[in-house]
Nanobody, 126 residues
Framework: QVQLAESGGGLVQAGGSLRLSCAASVRTFSSYPMAWFRQAPGKEREFVAAISWGGRNTDYADSVEGRFTISRDNAKNKMYLQMNSLKPEDTAVYYC???????????????????WGQGTQVTVSS
């Protein structure tokens, strides 16, 4: 089984930056495509960004393209989300997720991922 733990959330002013981390407790971390999702109050969980098992391929939601950067360090069993130029509408609980199938593709729905962390709160004030 894969256990995921997010960290790095907090309160930031609009225009600021945060870096989220996701630590995975599995020896074969490098074989899992990973993703970030977020869920704002009263809304469904939505896709933010994804990264292939080797880190070569990435995918972003239109709403964060050019502002957020997803990356991973397989030697440390960690994934990151660098968030710049934050907006109040980025306020949400952010979740990291892992997908069992190693193949890369457009996987942007909750059902595409098999393992989830508990989430970390990001609040952007105006």
């Amino acid at each position: 089984q894969v256990q995921l733990a997010e960290s790095g959330g907090g309160l930031v002013q609009a225009g600021g930056s945060l870096r989220l981390s996701c630590a995975a407790s599995v020896r074969t971390f490098s074989s899992y495509p990973m993703a970030w999702f977020r869920q704002a109050p009263g809304k469904e969980r939505e896709f933010v960004a994804a990264i292939s098992w080797g880190g070569r391929n990435t995918d972003y939601a239109d709403s964060v393209e050019g502002r957020f950067t997803i990356s991973r360090d397989n030697a440390k069993n960690k994934m990151y989300l660098q968030m710049n130029s934050l907006k109040p509408e980025d306020t949400a609980v952010y979740y990291c997720a892992a997908r069992r199938t190693t193949a890369w593709g457009t996987y942007r729905t909750v059902g595409d991922y098999d393992y989830w962390g508990q989430g970390t709160q990001v609040t952007v004030s105006s």
